[in-house]
């Protein structure tokens, strides 16, 4: 999710007069960027500008009120007046042309959610404070990059979360969700490795799969050396990266390697019916809608029979059983909360716990906007809360 241009001067262009300090760790959640990040050039080094971030979860709400320039769209007419600001922002950024009418390096390269929050930042005054984290980059598998988030000062063992960005399997890395991992970390205490697996088009179905699963090995096998506990390791993602931590527990089951303790899906792919009713309702919604999912599957899915497997066709998956306990968390302005909510309740019949969760009036990508959008802060505390939970047993 690699033609691609420099990090940091394209997020300087967009943010204009934003603190350098800010660059890595106000990039959050997005399905529209996908800039060169550290873990592709470095295997073993630390990573000084990813350490040296700040943690948006935490952010000041800032000395004024985040508030919308217009109406609601009709799209989403009950929108969260937050997260009206951010998507105002991100449709003066992007242009006319839609993601899915562009190539996917085009779409790598196109401004994003992460350059509209970091630059409703900067309008409403929202300052973030240092972040107590360290990283550093590690190979995890051949032609498979990680970031290593360890809490400043760790003895350990502590315990290990596997994160998997989103991006459609096409577009984003790992500093496009960053805050979102910085967050979690934070929050929980606990080590995260966040996984730089292959994209399409250019690694159709399976690598992206076969490259997740390859590093959650890496880290049962290794994480004594990260100073983590390899009893006490959960997987997480967000969208295309959910659909990936969820197919991670199906091969683990199926391989007979260690199921996880835990597994965190926020707002996955979890089905190739681009007729639920979230689909149908969403056609236009930003900053993912039907067209840009379609065209998320035509770059992934080397054919349509593809959309079928069991890997990304969760809800139709035939067995579910002996899985790991679930949170799933859910966008109510977003494509993918019907299949979602299926999921949730397929693995619920399964006799898999879960906790699921929606929040009604934001979008897709919502989740690592903690430092403006109040929704978001909450569902970071529902995710870290159970994560800790269930990794401290």
Not at 48 to 67: L, M, Q, R, Y
């Given at each position: 999710?690699?033609?691609?241009?420099?990090?940091?001067?394209?997020?300087?262009?967009?943010?204009?007069?934003?603190?350098?300090?800010?660059?890595?760790?106000?990039?959050?959640?997005?399905?529209?960027?996908?800039?060169?990040?550290?873990?592709?050039?470095?295997?073993?080094?630390?990573?000084?500008?990813?350490?040296?971030?700040?943690?948006?979860?935490?952010?000041?709400?800032?000395?004024?009120?985040?508030?919308?320039?217009?109406?609601?769209?009709?799209?989403?007419?009950?929108?969260?007046?937050?997260?009206?600001?951010?998507?105002?922002?991100?449709?003066?950024?992007?242009?006319?042309?839609?993601?899915?009418?562009?190539?996917?390096?085009?779409?790598?390269?196109?401004?994003?959610?992460?350059?509209?929050?970091?630059?409703?930042?900067?309008?409403?005054?929202?300052?973030?404070?240092?972040?107590?984290?360290?990283?550093?980059?590690?190979?995890?598998?051949?032609?498979?990059?990680?970031?290593?988030?360890?809490?400043?000062?760790?003895?350990?063992?502590?315990?290990?979360?596997?994160?998997?960005?989103?991006?459609?399997?096409?577009?984003?890395?790992?500093?496009?969700?960053?805050?979102?991992?910085?967050?979690?970390?934070?929050?929980?205490?606990?080590?995260?490795?966040?996984?730089?697996?292959?994209?399409?088009?250019?690694?159709?179905?399976?690598?992206?799969?076969?490259?997740?699963?390859?590093?959650?090995?890496?880290?049962?096998?290794?994480?004594?050396?990260?100073?983590?506990?390899?009893?006490?390791?959960?997987?997480?993602?967000?969208?295309?990266?959910?659909?990936?931590?969820a197919a991670v527990c199906?091969?683990?089951?199926?391989?007979?390697?260690?199921?996880p303790k835990y597994q965190?899906?926020?707002?996955?792919?979890?089905?190739?019916?681009?007729?639920?009713?979230?689909?149908?309702?969403?056609?236009?919604?930003?900053?993912?809608?039907?067209?840009?999912?379609?065209?998320?599957?035509?770059?992934?899915?080397?054919?349509?029979a593809d959309g079928k497997?069991?890997?990304?066709?969760?809800?139709?998956?035939?067995?579910?059983?002996?899985?790991?306990?679930?949170?799933?968390?859910?966008?109510?302005?977003?494509?993918?909360?019907?299949?979602?909510?299926?999921?949730?309740?397929?693995?619920?019949?399964?006799?898999?716990?879960?906790?699921?969760?929606?929040?009604?009036?934001?979008?897709?990508?919502?989740?690592?906007?903690?430092?403006?959008?109040?929704?978001?802060?909450?569902?970071?505390?529902?995710?870290?809360?159970?994560?800790?939970?269930?990794?401290?047993?």
């Amino acid at each position: 999710m690699k033609s691609e241009r420099p990090f940091r001067p394209f997020i300087n262009r967009a943010i204009w007069l934003i603190a350098p300090a800010l660059t890595t760790s106000l990039l959050f959640s997005s399905c529209g960027e996908n800039k060169t990040s550290t873990e592709q050039t470095a295997t073993s080094t630390q990573d000084s500008t990813a350490t040296a971030a700040a943690d948006t979860s935490t952010a000041s709400t800032g000395s004024k009120p985040v508030k919308p320039a217009g109406a609601a769209p009709a799209w989403a007419p009950n929108m969260a007046p937050e997260m009206q600001t951010v998507i105002e922002k991100l449709t003066s950024l992007s242009g006319p042309t839609p993601p899915e009418e562009q190539t996917p390096a085009q779409v790598r390269k196109a401004p994003s959610p992460t350059d509209a929050t970091m630059a409703v930042m900067k309008d409403f005054g929202i300052p973030s404070p240092p972040s107590p984290l360290d990283t550093m980059s590690k190979e995890v598998a051949p032609g498979v990059k990680a970031r290593i988030y360890t809490p400043r000062g760790a003895q350990g063992p502590l315990p290990v979360v596997v994160y998997y960005h989103g991006g459609g399997w096409v577009i984003a890395n790992l500093d496009t969700y960053d805050p979102s991992v910085r967050a979690l970390a934070e929050k929980t205490n606990a080590i995260f490795v966040s996984v730089a697996y292959r994209q399409g088009p250019e690694h159709k179905f399976p690598t992206a799969h076969n490259d997740s699963f390859a590093a959650y090995q890496w880290v049962l096998k290794n994480a004594a050396s990260i100073k983590g506990d390899p009893k006490r390791v959960a997987v997480a993602g967000e969208s295309a990266g959910g659909n990936l931590a969820a197919a991670v527990c199906m091969m683990a089951r199926d391989k007979g390697v260690m199921q996880p303790k835990y597994q965190l899906l926020v707002y996955p792919i979890a089905g190739y019916n681009l007729n639920t009713p979230s689909y149908l309702a969403h056609t236009k919604s930003k900053p993912l809608n039907k067209p840009f999912m379609a065209w998320f599957f035509q770059h992934y899915l080397r054919t349509p029979a593809d959309g079928k497997n069991p890997l990304i066709d969760l809800v139709h998956a035939p067995n579910l059983k002996g899985l790991a306990p679930a949170t799933v968390i859910g966008a109510g302005i977003d494509p993918l909360m019907s299949e979602g909510k299926t999921y949730a309740d397929k693995l619920q019949a399964a006799g898999v716990p879960v906790n699921y969760k929606l929040y009604d009036n934001v979008t897709h990508e919502f989740f690592g906007m903690g430092a403006v959008v109040p929704q978001a802060r909450e569902a970071e505390d529902l995710a870290a809360s159970d994560l800790k939970a269930a990794l401290n047993k």
